[in-house]
């Protein structure tokens, strides 16, 4: 397919899978639930809150990248890319008065643990198959994620962010 969509298919099948996360298993009244997306902008996050995602969700965010040319000998060109998930729980403000401090740091808790297992996932895939999906390696050292919210309507979490290169076999 593509370098972009390849790796958004990617995630959505860790989302399918994960059973917490469940994108498009079915729902009591028979309909699927939607909880995974991919996010061009802050509107598109806006849009699939307003089109009824479910809770938690994550994210296709961000895709960076640059040319590599290893040992400037134009023989082993690489891309190096920067990948972003975003992993976010809604945090409802409690009816009962209690406030919503701890909803906050019950989404914090939540997403990071999703984001913990896509990432046992990916080793898992790696371990296995000595590739996870599009990657063609997995360099545990090179993750990194911060938190991140409010976003909206109360939307917590993480953004997973990772390096990985691939050979830019249409530039060679």
Partial sequence: MG????RENYLKQLCIAHSTVAHTAARAD???RKSFFRLNDEEELATASFQNIDYPCVGHLLLEGSIKDVDNALADIRHSFRNAWVFLQKADNPQDGTGITDEIQDA????FAIMEDFI???????????????FDQLDLNRM????TGPYLQGLYGWILYFDNEQKATRIL
């Fill in 3 to 6: 370098t972009f969509k390849d």
């Fill in 30 to 32: 028979g309909t699927l």
């Fill in 108 to 111: 914090y808790d939540e997403s």
């Fill in 120 to 134: 046992k996932s990916m080793k898992t895939d790696w371990l296995n198959n000595e590739k996870c999906g599009v």
């Fill in 144 to 147: 990194n994620y911060v938190a």
